[in-house]
């Protein structure tokens, strides 16, 4: 088994941190996390994956230890964190590969796949929403921001941004929060306290928006390419509802759908069985796809 590696690259000007158990002519899997975390939140999955795969798990620019340039210089965007992205997948020679996408990794990823179908080999979403019956009420203070973009609207936004918020969302729907270490916790609070990172991350659930206009083009991705997907879900997350995860079925019927009995951070309380399930899932259908002739011509 290749062992857990610490990298940084620069990506069109930007110095983004990964972590990468390579395993040359394995089957490759691009993990992509979410708000506020960064690869750390793979930290336990990588090394049970690397015995069947190669997989890289980048920070998103302005997340974790890659580079976090000022506002001025890049406007943090979706759309611009995802191009980001898939040059970073060209310079670590990512040519094909099945895709892991949680929270915020979902929207990147699948900007990705909408833009290059043909090196999508499977996709994994942990709680990656697409379809608008996934967001439950509490993105209604987010929403509110959407519509009015005023100051006040936007310094509501701000309590997303406390360390009680990130320990809340760590635990809600936990099945018992004492077995979630605070480790994955202090240490986003600790990035989300840098100078400037506030402002970065009220930006990003501003262009969320943009997510959401987009989930027709993801939907129809999904149809029309139907890339082998597998959907493991904490069933109690309090912001994407297990409504979004079936939703995914509807476009693509042959689509796996597990629940787990826990929250947001599935991967804090239930790492082995979605590891487990991954792998059997990868095992069967990662490096196999190929694209539906829909729209390859």
Request: charged share 25%.
């Amino acid at each position: 088994m290749s062992p857990v590696r610490y990298k940084t690259v620069e990506v069109s000007g930007i110095s983004i941190f990964y972590r990468e158990a390579r395993n040359v002519g394995a089957p490759k899997l691009l993990l992509l996390h979410g708000f506020p975390t960064a690869s750390h939140m793979f930290r336990d999955l990588l090394p049970l994956l690397a015995e069947r795969f190669d997989v890289i798990a980048p920070d998103l620019p302005g997340f974790g230890q890659s580079e976090m340039p000022e506002r001025e210089k890049f406007l943090y965007t979706f759309e611009n964190i995802a191009r980001v992205i898939e040059r970073f997948t060209e310079i670590v020679e990512f040519d094909r590969f099945a895709l892991y996408v949680f929270d915020y990794g979902a929207p990147t990823g699948f900007r990705m796949a909408v833009r290059r179908p043909e090196r999508i080999t499977a996709i994994v979403s942990q709680n990656g929403n697409a379809y608008e019956e996934g967001l439950s009420d509490g993105w209604a203070p987010i929403r509110a921001y959407w519509e009015n973009a005023s100051q006040a609207n936007r310094e509501v936004l701000r309590a997303f941004l406390t360390p009680e918020t990130t320990a809340w969302q760590y635990a809600q729907g936990a099945p018992d929060p004492s077995i979630v270490s605070p480790d994955g916790r202090n240490l986003d609070n600790f990035y989300l306290a840098r100078p400037g990172a506030d402002e970065i991350q009220l930006d990003l659930l501003g262009d969320y928006k943009s997510n959401i206009a987009l989930y027709p083009s993801f939907q129809r991705y999904f149809r029309t390419y139907t890339p082998p997907f597998l959907a493991v879900w904490g069933k109690n997350d309090p912001f994407f509802l297990p409504a979004g995860a079936e939703a995914f079925k509807r476009d693509i019927p042959e689509a796996t759908v597990r629940f787990f009995d826990t929250g947001h951070f599935a991967l804090e309380t239930h790492c082995a069985e979605i590891a487990k399930a991954i792998n059997e899932f990868l095992g069967e259908h990662g490096g196999q796809h190929k694209m539906s002739q829909g729209l390859e011509h």
